[in-house]
């Protein structure tokens, strides 16, 4: 007996596929009920957490997110300037999650922190947008870290020698030279791709950061994201998203990718601007239970993957100083070693400026050979003998010969000073680097 046959009207399908295709999805409406700081309530839109929506002011519209929900009313969070936004404006769901353009065609740009264009130099024509949201890799399909990341900065190399897929902080007070730090690693690190993401960044220190210290060169194998200072909440919490769901993007290609992220705390206080909006209660210094979790979630993304790797380095604004504050003791705590710009050392015209007896790489054992971390051993103790006699010495309270180790220190000073001080244009691969260590601490095996 043979199979009934069917009949081509029941086969083809394209018509009402066209006719799918074709209709006016539903339009989901609600309106805006009642603002209170950086929050507006709307009346009438179901909806899920980080779905986006669109605030249909007079003029431009504004883009928001569902943040959370208050009885019958939808809480969302607009990410631009609510001038003009009144009692019964309407307000229209996207249905959809926020969504970032990747890839090749983003690199050279500069987009703003939702992921757009502000470079003037068009539109971004990328082939795939993923969700915003993300997750960290899973614990056990993270690659173990075993290779050398060269960041083109000596005392980085030579003394706190990173590995591709780490994540270190950056701690430094205003006007230290943290974003100077940034611009070498950036033009000098022997990875793939730069994502930069300049969050809560003066206005003025936009343009210089991408044409003075960045450059052409630097840029071309780099995507910037930019949230200003002056910008709400949102748009500098979500930039940080942004940069770091690009960053995953190239890690899943293959690519070796060097996250340069400044700064977290300016993170952490939008997220703090945001959690006292939503009611949350204050905890330490004033940040909300929600931005230290924020925060674990952000720097715990970047890593290795199961080709790839992110190189993270985030820097961390240090109030007073203080290492001590919740947010630099956070972060502290989280990532895999941490870099100390000193003031004190900035004064002395000392730059980079960075701290090395106060830093500390995780993963150098892993990834250096043991006569390199001899000699960065022993950098560090010439360096600490003079340290704990610095105030004899300068009022010329001590005399040579009184101490063998403190008269070596002298000696060796001036070829360990040279060697930590550095201009931003100069650059050394990591081969030179370790040469030139070796020298500084044992001149007789110099060359």
């Not at 290779?147 to 270190?168: H, K, M, N, S, Y």
């Not at 977290?264 to 929600?290: C, D, H, Q």
Request: glycine fraction near 10%; proline fraction near 5%; hydrophobic fraction near 45%.
């Amino acid at each position: 007996m043979s199979a009934p046959t069917m009949s081509p009207a029941r086969l083809d399908l394209t018509r009402y596929m066209a006719l799918a295709q074709a209709a006016t999805p539903m339009r989901v409406e609600g309106r805006v009920s009642e603002v209170t700081g950086l929050l507006a309530e709307v009346a009438g839109i179901p909806g899920r957490l980080g779905e986006m929506c669109i605030i249909e002011r007079a003029g431009e519209p504004v883009q928001a997110e569902i943040v959370g929900f208050r009885g019958d009313r939808t809480l969302v969070m607009p990410l631009g300037d609510l001038r003009g936004v009144q009692a019964g404006t309407r307000v229209v769901s996207a249905s959809s999650l926020m969504t970032v353009p990747v890839g090749n065609a983003v690199l050279g740009r500069v987009l703003d922190g939702l992921g757009r264009p502000i470079d003037g130099l068009g539109p971004v024509l990328a082939t795939q947008r993923p969700a915003r949201a993300g997750g960290s890799p899973h614990v056990m399909t993270r690659q173990t870290i075993t290779e050398p990341l060269a960041t083109g900065v000596r005392a980085i190399d030579g003394l706190l020698t990173c590995g591709l897929g780490q994540r270190i902080g950056i701690f430094a007070g205003s006007g230290v030279g943290k974003s100077t730090v940034l611009a070498m690693i950036a033009r000098h690190a022997s990875s793939d791709v730069n994502v930069i993401g300049l969050i809560g960044e003066r206005g003025r220190e936009v343009r210089e950061f991408i044409e003075r210290d960045l450059g052409p060169e630097g840029l071309a194998r780099s995507v910037v994201v930019v949230s200003t200072s002056d910008e709400p909440a949102p748009l500098r919490l979500n930039a940080a998203w942004v940069a770091t769901t690009i960053a995953e993007a190239f890690r899943d290609t293959g690519a070796n990718v060097t996250l340069l992220m400044d700064s977290v705390t300016r993170f952490a206080m939008a997220g703090r601007e945001i959690g006292l909006a939503l009611g949350e209660p204050p905890a330490m210094k004033g940040y909300t239970p929600s931005v230290f979790a924020q925060m674990a979630r952000l720097l715990e993304r970047a890593g290795t993957g199961m080709q790839g790797t992110i190189t993270a380095f985030y820097t961390v604004l240090v109030e007073g100083d203080d290492l001590s504050e919740p947010v630099a003791d956070t972060v502290r705590g989280t990532l895999d070693g941490h870099i100390v710009l000193s003031r004190a050392l900035a004064a002395q015209n000392h730059y980079p400026a960075i701290d090395v007896l106060a830093s500390v790489s995780r993963v150098m054992p892993a990834v250096t050979t043991g006569e390199h971390r001899q000699d960065a051993g022993r950098l560090r103790e010439l360096l600490a003998r003079y340290e704990r006699s610095r105030d004899l010495v300068q009022i010329g309270a001590y005399q040579r010969g009184t101490d063998a180790a403190l008269d070596e220190a002298l000696e060796q000073l001036p070829a360990v000073e040279a060697f930590l001080r550095q201009s931003p244009d100069e650059y050394d691969d990591l081969a030179h680097t370790v040469e030139r260590l070796t020298g500084a601490v044992y001149p007789a095996r110099a060359g």
